[in-house]
């Protein structure tokens, strides 16, 4: 206890200067989303297609609220250009009644938009706890290896990207990956996963 | 083992198809829920016992008994299947293999509670779940159960899917609501709740998928024969979710109360590998606390008795780890997601789950300091009960289980500077 600030009365208190507190690691508060860092320079992307507009468009017409139709917009947007840039952001902006500012709020808080372009191969490994117990760690280990990439990176040809993720909701199938829109389960043996990337070259 | 009920299509060639569902007794019950009266449906639901099956096991019938009877407004039923607890995966099985049970369960709540729309939330990552309802609403319609005048009734039931995009939080029913409404998934302050002022300020009514499924069987059986399934209090059939070091980890079903180690034992196979014995279980997904080997004797698997042990049955997501298993390094891996998928609305939780996970890490890594399971519990203390939503809770309430009953272990590491757990795969 003698870490804790002196005279809370056993309440522990939160300092303003994250550094003065017990166990701190700098950089551990997680920003959600991956547009954190990336946010500094915006990737634009293309103005949407007219078929995209449209799509969005009925997406509207579901709710009671235009608002309501941000989410399935942005998905459109990023399955017809990979990503999610701040030109499409824009336009979703204009048509939905918001600011881009709080579309790019969105944005960023869920995990699964990308800012910028992905491989055409997104793997996203399961490691949490079901996972791990079931051998996630050694498959990403694996896929580092034999991608040559650090998680979080994408091949010289842009064709994989490998990063982990937290629970997929596939534990009674560990280990698993989700590989673009599909689950692969049950990946034990490891060569599961080297017959999964043959199959993709 | 019981007749089948949730899982009775599950396996069945062309489960997902209309045409096998209905061949195998599927929208009898929304048939005879057409041409019953709403409040009687929902009074039977109420009689029946049926408890929310999403993880706080509230009673279903009097959530809905909550929708005011005289608002002007539109009223709404949300569907949750933004299944996300670590351990948790039966509502996607559900939408995968029996849609149209989903469906057949979402149309006559909706009739209950007198909503014309129901808005399901499916997770983002559940590509498939939302493909194979997608098919199902499709066919459901051209046939007449959605939609206007079903079945040729004066009932109205429109069903749009939602798409979440990964946030763990948006599985929180009023999170859930601001992210269909548009915005960054944080939860609200209640009151007030859902049935007052739900989605749009409009009354609403959230229940998860597989507390829905059970509907129609209540519909079709009566409550009187839903009672004599499970406990008391604890009524019904449960899917359960069983995973990590197991022969046969998968979704099960069995009456509410089902013994533990049966669970483990009979369904799931028992462990993996003939040398490992039994460590721990988790019993209800990542929030709820842990229990050691020799807590495992004796638990029905249903809300109360499981409260009694101050654990929870939560979402039913049974993770079970033997012997090789280091209970830091498991700890770590559990607030590592919390320490993610906070939304940082509130200080305590979003600093709380970070500084919590980044102790545990250090321990785990051998850096350990003297004293650090005593901050750890005196974080954990200053984060439960002081923020908007339980998340803070189920983040902070597991850590404490594992240190408090893995307590040597902890400190092992912090002596030691390191695990002194031989490497086993």
């Not at chain 2, 057409?34 to 009097?62: C, D, Q, Y």
């Not at chain 2, 729309?117 to 459901?140: C, D, P, Q, W």
Request: net charge neutral; glycine share 10%.
């Amino acid at each position: 206890m003698s870490e804790r600030p002196a005279g809370t009365g056993g309440l522990t208190v939160f300092p303003s200067d994250p550094a003065r507190i017990p166990g701190f690691v700098q950089g551990s508060i997680a920003l959600r989303g991956p547009a954190a860092p990336e946010g500094i320079t915006p990737d634009p992307g293309r103005p949407l297609s007219a078929e995209s507009l449209m799509e969005i468009d009925r997406a509207i017409a579901n709710y009671p609220d235009r608002r309501s139709a941000l989410l399935p917009a942005l998905w459109v947007a990023q399955r017809e250009q990979g990503f999610v840039g701040t030109k499409p952001m824009e336009e979703i902006a204009g048509k939905i009644g918001v600011s881009p500012a709080f579309v790019a709020g969105v944005v960023s808080f869920y995990t699964m938009y990308h800012t910028k372009p992905v491989g055409n191969h997104l793997i996203q490994v399961c490691t949490t706890l079901s996972c791990y117990l079931r051998g996630a760690d050694r498959m990403v280990e694996h896929l580092r290896k034999k991608l040559g990439v650090e998680v979080g990176g994408t091949t010289a040809d842009g064709k994989f990207t490998l990063i982990t993720v937290e629970c997929l909701g596939s534990c009674g199938t560990a280990p698993m990956l989700q590989l673009n829109d599909d689950y692969h389960e049950n990946l034990d043996p490891i060569e599961k996963v080297d017959a999964l990337l043959a199959s993709l070259k | 083992m019981l007749e089948k009920l949730l899982l009775r299509n599950v396996g069945v060639p062309g489960s997902t198809s209309l045409a096998v569902y209905e061949q195998r007794g599927g929208y009898q019950s929304l048939r005879k829920a057409l041409n019953l009266p709403p409040e009687s449906i929902a009074e039977e639901v109420k009689k029946s016992g049926l408890r929310g099956r999403g993880g706080a096991g509230f009673p279903t019938g009097l959530k809905w008994s909550f929708m005011p009877k005289d608002s002007p407004k539109p009223r709404y039923l949300v569907v949750n299947a933004d299944e996300s607890e670590p351990g948790t995966f039966k509502d996607r099985l559900l939408m995968e293999a029996d849609p149209h049970l989903c469906l057949e369960g979402f149309l006559i709540s909706a009739h209950a509670i007198r909503a014309k729309k129901v808005f399901v939330y499916i997770r983002g990552e559940f590509v498939k779940s939302y493909r194979v309802l997608h098919g199902a609403i499709e066919e459901a319609r051209a046939k007449g159960y959605v939609g206007k005048r079903i079945l040729g009734t004066d009932a109205e039931i429109e069903i749009i899917l939602h798409r979440g995009a990964g946030a763990y939080i948006c599985g929180e029913e009023t999170a859930l609501m601001e992210s269909l409404e548009g915005k960054r998934g944080y939860p609200r302050l209640k009151p007030p709740f859902p049935a007052v002022s739900g989605l749009y300020g409009c009354p609403t009514t959230i229940n998860n998928v597989e507390t829905l499924a059970n509907v129609p069987f209540i519909v079709e059986r009566g409550a009187d024969w839903y009672l004599k399934i499970g406990r008391e209090k604890n009524s019904g059939p449960k899917l359960y979710c069983l995973s990590g070091h197991l022969k046969k980890p998968g979704v099960y079903e069995a009456p509410l109360g089902v013994d533990l180690m049966t669970l483990v034992n009979e369904m799931g196979g028992g462990l993996w590998r003939g040398d490992r014995k039994l460590k721990a279980i988790i019993p209800g997904g990542a929030s709820s606390p842990v229990l050691t080997a020799d807590e495992c004797r004796d638990v029905p698997m249903d809300f109360d008795s499981l409260a009694a042990r101050k654990t929870m049955l939560g979402s039913a997501g049974v993770m079970v780890l033997d012997d090789s298993v280091c209970m830091v390094r498991a700890l770590e891996r559990i607030l590592r997601f919390f320490a993610h998928e906070s939304c940082g609305q509130c200080t305590p939780c979003r600093v709380g789950s970070s500084w919590i996970h980044s102790i545990v890490k250090r321990v785990e890594a051998g850096a350990g300091q003297a004293g650090d399971c005593e901050t750890l519990l005196d974080v954990c203390d200053n984060m439960i009960g002081k923020t908007i939503c339980v998340f803070a809770d189920a983040a902070a309430l597991p850590a404490m289980s594992f240190i408090n009953k893995f307590r040597g272990e902890f400190d092992d590491h912090i002596r030691q500077r390191r695990c002194a757990l031989p490497e086993k795969a």
